[in-house]
């Protein structure tokens, strides 16, 4: 058996009202009321609120602004708006709430939340980050009567973070109300001490919370089903009665036994479900739902990881928390379609930079089978920004990895708990204190998992966080160089790749690799010295941050040592904010695997062409070029042992890859006409890709990702928008206006074209396109009916498509 072995529950945490026995779990996102200002009495509860903007939630109000070089944010925050709002919203509590005990649940405030019922103050939060509730009870009126939540947002201290965070109230929010004897919030923890191929023992804890002395005797009982529905096990713990059970939290453990379980992984992630239930006086007082997985994992000094015993690399990407033109206000479709393009790509695994996500994302991670760095802090008490989280470092600091850890230590596809990222105490003696700290508070809650930080130091003598010799694993941020001797300079520890690369690239911009146009920025420049007057950067794989490495250079070192656990790419998408190498207009990274708007770079075959076993072929660049330019032309490929070019049905030569070659490449005399590839294997095609020079723009051509929707008001479609000439290429370098009209059941949320340095408002109904390529995101309202989406640029003839929701 392995040393580590884990069970891992999925807390149940999504925004639909539902009866959970005697729990009541009540979306709380809609009609409420926004001011984006600041008013000492919008707190009271009779203040008129009657001409706020009414909306609901998520909602992130920075995303709506304008991009201005002047906001105090700085282009680092997108040089998108921050400041003050305010949230008002009126609601009466169901009838069933009288006598039982109340909570307002919180995903995420962004930033310095304050809350008030019915005039009274409840509670503050600083962290934008971390989930939080309160219990409201002995604040709201009985029966049906009215009740006020007010909630003052605080993001004006700025500049306070390295990347954009958004603005508002921008996760989900839910009433909860239970008896006054119910499971505690975050309340049931899984672990299994043994998994055989037979049996999985299962172990579950479970917190209970008595706000009451009039108890006699119960019992927990929980009953497992599997993935169909069919029960397949139960466990049973008998509960003190009065006067010996104590008032306030206590917890309870009980055993059982599933029979030839399961597995979760990254091919299978196959989930159960536990229902608890609390028993007291004969009576169901509680009732308590979670989906969880059942896998075991291993990181091995000189074997790297493992899972359920198969030896696999992590294949990961950094991933901060924004969706693009939507903003940082969270949206489950939104995530799924990031996760599935990079499911797609061969990405198996997501570190949280830097901070806890979206208890949402985690669930699709749960399901479509990724692995997880959890990721709690990007500094401690040394600063990055003026009013970043340093300044609620010590207030806050410990109940905020404790609420991350208990909210998030059952989903089956974390695997590793970080407590920071290139923290400023590993070059400072106090680091050794505070690293002893965190993973103490990390190991009280859960011991199933290793922790680890992302370092960047790699003198052990001045790196105060390695020093403390208390991480279980050894996060190596960038540092290339010292890989492949990591354990002659660290003997005995195990190996992360925990951030990797800051390759550069724009979408579909190409200078020559050959001609040597390229720029790396330099440390100690401001920004980049002898870029492109347009602020592209080179989508060959050639461009990277002084700090790192291209795609391929790191890569190409960790696929060849078995020691290496794995890996994560900075990034997997562009993000908002942090637009190195250029200073403004820059608003938004040029890092990504795949653009701002989800379309994927170059690169992004060759992590397909390495990462997965899917036959595929990917040639680049286009073919538009002035007469007799030196192009260079590369080739991704896999399942095959060569590629053969042609120019206009002429053999430009058979290329093969040599040992660690990730591609092959042409020097090519540019002409006219067709470009075309040709994969083979034992001399039989595998594969043919034919690039041709495109005309004048012609048509739009309309994909949507998805045509049926959920009339539901949350949905989306995410609708290309492709520029071609008469005969369907797509034109490389159009720029065509593309304008938006939506009629029926369905709203324009926002535009993009992956352009880094757009001044073009993500909210507005017309945006350009960039290279070819614009995106349309249409959501969908709460009734069913049919979307036509219009789409209209001047000189072109109209196109529209029809979306269904029900």
């Known amino acids: 058996m392995k040393k580590v072995l884990y069970i891992l529950l999925a807390l149940l945490s999504g925004t639909v009202a539902a009866q959970q026995g005697s729990r009541t779990i009540i979306d709380f996102n809609n009609d409420w009321k926004f001011w984006l200002g600041d008013t000492a009495i ?32 700085t282009p680092n925050q997108a040089a998108l708006p921050t400041g003050i709002g305010w949230y008002r919203k009126t609601f009466t509590l169901p009838a069933n709430a009288n006598d039982k005990k109340v909570y307002i649940e919180f995903d995420g405030v962004h930033r310095n939340s304050e809350v008030w019922v019915n005039g009274n ?44 965070t958004g603005s508002g109230i921008y996760r989900n929010v839910r009433l909860v109300i239970t008896n ?20 999985a023992m299962v172990q579950i804890k479970t917190t209970l919370n008595n706000a009451t002395a009039d108890v006699a005797g119960g019992g927990l009982f929980t009953d497992i089903y599997d993935a169909s529905g069919k029960l397949v096990s139960k466990g049973y713990t008998t509960l003190n009665g009065a006067p010996g059970w104590p008032a306030g939290t206590s917890t309870y453990t009980c055993s059982a036994a599933i029979n030839s379980p399961k597995l979760w992984s990254v091919e ?42 198969k030896p696999m690399k992590i294949l990961g990407v950094c991933m901060h928390h924004d969706l693009g033109a939507l903003g940082a206000a969270i949206n489950v479709r939104a995530m799924e379609r990031q996760l599935q393009l990079l499911k797609e ?20 991670c749960d399901k479509m089978g990724f692995l997880v760095m959890d990721e709690a802090f990007d500094m401690w008490k040394k600063k990055k920004n003026k009013h970043d989280y340093h300044v609620d470092w010590d207030k806050w600091h410990k109940q905020d990895l404790e609420d991350m850890v208990k909210r998030d230590r059952n989903h089956p596809s974390v695997i590793i ?85 800051s390759a550069l690239a724009s979408r579909g911009h190409y200078d020559m690799p ?64 942090e637009p190195v190498p250029y200073p403004w207009p820059a608003r938004s990274s040029y890092y990504g695997i795949i653009d701002l708007a989800g379309f994927p770079k170059d690169a992004y075959y060759m992590y397909q062409s390495e990462w997965t076993n899917k036959t595929m072929l990917h040639v680049f660049p286009h073919w538009n070029w002035t007469a007799g330019k030196e192009v260079d032309v590369w080739a991704y490929y896999n399942n095959a042992d060569e590629v053969e070019l042609f120019l206009n049905n002429r053999s430009l030569g058979v290329r093969k890859k040599q040992p660690l070659d990730l591609h092959v490449q042409w020097r090519v005399k540019y002409e006219p006409g067709t470009l075309k590839a040709i994969s083979r294997k034992n001399g039989k095609i595998v594969l043919t890709k034919v690039i041709n020079t495109a005309g004048e723009p012609a048509r739009l051509e309309i994909v949507p990702d998805k045509k049926i929707l959920h009339a ?37 949320a926002g535009m993009d074209n992956g352009y880094p340095a757009s001044m073009e408002s993500f909210k507005a109904v017309s945006h350009k396109a960039y290279n070819g390529l614009c995106l349309a995101i249409i959501q969908a309202k709460p009734k069913a009916g049919n979307i036509k989406v219009i789409i209209k640029s001047p000189g072109l003839p109209s196109a529209n498509i029809v979306l269904q929701t029900h």
């Open 345 to 364: 790509m061969g990405c198996n695994a997501i570190r949280t930079a830097h901070n806890p996500p979206a208890p949402e994302f985690l669930d699709l």
């Open 121 to 164: 103050y409840i509670g503050q939060r600083a962290n934008g980050y971390i989930s939080f509730r309160y219990d409201i009870t002995q604040y709201c009126k009985p029966g049906t009567a009215q009740q006020v939540i007010a909630v003052k947002v605080d993001n004006s201290a700025q500049p306070s973070s390295r990347w954009y």
């Open 180 to 199: 006054k004897v119910a499971i505690d919030e975050w309340g049931t923890f899984i672990t299994t001490p043994n998994i055989s191929a037979h049996t």
């Open 268 to 309: 299978s992630p196959y989930l159960y479900k536990a229902v608890t239930r609390v028993v007291v006086n004969g009576k169901t007082v509680d009732e308590y739902v979670t989906p969880f997985g059942i896998r075991h994992f291993n990181f091995d000094v000189d074997k790297g990881f493992s899972l359920n015993g």
């Open 42 to 73: 919008a707190k009271e509860e009779s203040y008129n609120d009657g001409n706020w903007r009414a909306l609901n939630l998520p909602h992130d109000w920075s995303i709506e602004g304008e991009f201005s070089e002047k906001h105090p944010g």
């Open 514 to 577: 050959s001609d040597s146009v390229r720029f790396w920025p330099v440390k100690g420049q401001k920004f980049v010295q002898n870029g492109n007057p347009d602020y592209t950067v080179s989508a060959y794989d050639h461009v990277a941050a002084y700090w790192g490495s291209t795609h391929e250079q790191t890569w190409k070192i960790i696929k060849q040592h078995e020691f290496m656990s794995g890996l994560f790419v900075w990034s997997g998408f562009d993000f908002l904010g």
């Open 712 to 748: 539901d008001g949350k949905d989306l479609s995410f609708v290309t928008v492709r520029i071609v000439d008469k005969n369907g290429n797509l034109v490389p370098d159009a720029d065509n206006k593309i304008e938006v009209e939506i009629v029926g059941e369905g709203v324009l």
């Open 417 to 501: 708990w970080s407590i920071g990222n290139e923290i400023r105490e590993q070059f400072d003696s106090s680091g050794i204190a505070i690293t002893k700290e965190l993973v103490g508070i990390v190991k009280q809650l859960d011991t199933t998992r290793p922790v680890t930080s992302a370092l960047t130091e790699t003198d052990t003598t001045k790196n105060f966080i390695y020093q403390a010799n208390a991480l279980d694993i050894m996060g190596m941020n960038y540092n290339q160089q010292i890989y492949a001797g990591f354990r002659t300079r660290y003997p005995g520890k195990k190996f992360l790749a925990a951030e990797t690369m």
